[in-house]
């Protein structure tokens, strides 16, 4: 089982939809980032968080520490959010990073 | 534009050839991180460098080094390369070590022929 499982693994939507993704993680973290890379594959972080809810724009994410779970919600989603959004783990007393396997999100105009 | 700098941006060699893959960090940041992302295995971190030293490892294969240099730019360097070793490879930097803000690089994509 990996220690960083993310769902659903692919999404399709149409414009407008409210978007939700999830991610679990079974290992002690001290931090957890969302991540969004575009097909052309570059990488952009989207949010760093370590406890509660922070938004930037339409974007809104989630965290809690006791339940080991984060979530990413997309309002008013629109074609140019269809990109792959990756979950990433920052494990408790080390440096690494461990990534998720991707959502695949895509959205209909 | 994140500010992380990686060249080349594209390679293609042979198997058993080595390559060098360099990446500058953003102004200021002093953590630069290597990571691997390939069709099959998605993204794995490799290595992470803090103010020129080694601060933690992931799967780097042997065949792989890296180093930070003074101006804390860095390099990945890929020996004896093997078509599985195709793959893009990204460069990040932070501030500091953990729980900062992650800035990547546009990646440096490498096909082994």
């Known amino acids: 089982k990996n220690e960083v499982e993310q769902s659903p693994q692919n999404l399709t939507a149409q414009e407008g939809e409210f978007i939700t993704i999830n991610c679990s993680y079974s290992?002690?973290?001290?931090?957890l980032h969302w991540l969004q890379q575009h097909p052309g594959g570059g990488i952009v972080s989207l949010f760093m968080?370590?406890?509660g809810k922070k938004k930037h724009g339409r974007l809104i994410a989630t965290i809690n520490i006791q339940e080991k779970h984060s979530s990413l919600h997309i309002t008013a989603s629109h074609p140019r959010d269809s990109a792959v959004y990756i979950c990433?783990?920052?494990?408790?007393?080390?440096?690494?990073?461990?990534f998720g396997q991707g959502t695949r999100l895509t959205i209909n105009p | 534009d994140s500010g992380v700098t990686q060249t080349p941006k594209h390679l293609i060699t042979a198997t058993g050839q080595r390559v060098t893959l360099r990446c500058s960090p953003r102004?200021?940041?002093?953590?630069v991180y290597w990571y691997q992302q390939s069709l099959d295995q998605g993204l794995q971190f490799l290595i992470q460098?803090?103010?020129?030293?080694?601060?933690a490892k992931g799967n780097i294969l042997e065949r792989f080094s890296a180093q930070q240099f003074p101006d804390l730019h860095s390099e990945l360097n890929l020996s004896s390369l093997e078509l599985g070793d195709s793959a893009l490879y990204f460069c990040?930097?932070?501030?500091?070590?953990?729980?900062?803000?992650?800035?990547f690089g546009e990646g440096s994509w490498l096909t082994v022929v």
């Open positions: 290992v002690g973290i001290s931090a």
């Open positions: 460098y803090y103010n020129g030293e080694e601060r």
């Open positions: 968080l370590s406890s």
């Open positions: 990040a930097s932070s501030r500091e070590s953990g729980g900062n803000t992650i800035y």
């Open positions: 102004s200021g940041d002093l953590s």
């Open positions: 990433a783990v920052v494990l408790q007393g080390a440096q690494k990073l461990v």
